[in-house]
């Protein structure tokens, strides 16, 4: 059995990185950084009352999704599932916790179907008819690393290609204080156990002992730090700089060393 896996498609999206085709520029450094809203995202795979219904998390969650599998030479019906958030959706808890404070506890039947941490993968699943295994992770700031971790499991036990889907949106003005996440971000990687025409690097992993790799330029660091889907970055930069190399990512106890071999033959 292989231990590691293929890197089939990437996608991701934050203030001033509408895609990955764009990211990309910036990671390399052709292009200096400067922050963007996001426009907002009309999920092509929902249908029409869906997609009035979705929340800004699950939008986020199809955006990157979306992208990964469009350009993957893998159907998303092929794909298990890992969606990964750190907090899931804090607007909507904070307005069902204002809902039950209140004498009326009147809660919006659409905020209550979508408070669920699995909202956007339950979506996901429905729309892209995908039947495959369905995991939804939350581990605070290493909540990308952690779900890279699962999907790996998911390709190199079960040799089953997966789709990993990380975001993270700010959290409400009420509870900036508490959990200071400012802005949008998120990120999609489709891992397999096999070549495919459209592979563009193999990655396997290690604990170690090492610190989380940080960022070189101090506006993708604050990024990196600021959004726990944000981790990704230094991965992310490997990718875009297309070289080989490992990076660090920090778990609850230790860390994982990520060695990405560049498959440029393919």
């Known amino acids: 059995m292989n231990t590691f896996a293929y890197i089939d498609s990437i996608a991701f999206a934050a203030p001033g990185l509408s895609d990955w085709q764009h990211a990309q520029t910036i990671l390399r450094g052709e292009q200096p ?6 426009p907002v995202y009309q999920p092509a795979l929902l249908p029409p009352n869906e997609r009035r219904r979705a929340s800004a998390t699950v939008r986020m969650a199809f955006r990157v999704a979306e992208a990964a599998t469009q350009s993957s030479t893998l159907q998303a019906t092929e794909l298990a599932l890992v969606f990964a958030s750190a907090d899931g959706d ?9 809902a039950l404070a209140e004498s009326q506890r009147f809660i919006s039947p659409t905020d209550f179907h979508n408070s669920v941490h699995n909202a956007a993968a339950g979506y996901w699943s429905i729309a892209s008819e995908a039947r ?7 581990a605070y700031d290493h909540s990308f690393a952690v779900g890279l971790m699962e999907a790996l499991g998911m390709v190199l036990v079960e040799q089953q290609p997966t789709l ?3 975001y993270d949106l700010p959290a409400p003005t009420q509870l900036l204080d508490k959990r200071p996440v400012h802005h949008p971000v998120g990120v999609a990687l489709i891992l397999t156990p096999k070549r495919t025409a459209n592979t563009m690097a193999k990655l396997s992993t290690q604990l170690t002992t090492s610190k989380a790799t940080p960022m070189n330029e101090a506006a993708l660091e604050a990024m990196r730090t600021g959004n726990p889907a944000a981790r990704a970055l230094p991965l992310l930069q490997l990718l875009a700089y297309q070289r080989s190399g490992s990076v660090a990512l920090s778990l609850p106890n230790n860390s994982v060393e990520l ?3 560049m498959d440029l033959q393919l």
């Open 33 to 38: 950084y400067t922050a963007s809203d996001l």
């Open 90 to 98: 804090l607007h909507i808890a904070q307005r069902i916790c204002t």
């Open 132 to 138: 495959g295994a369905s995991t939804a992770i939350a």
């Open 164 to 166: 990993l889907v990380a």
């Open 259 to 261: 060695q990405l071999e």
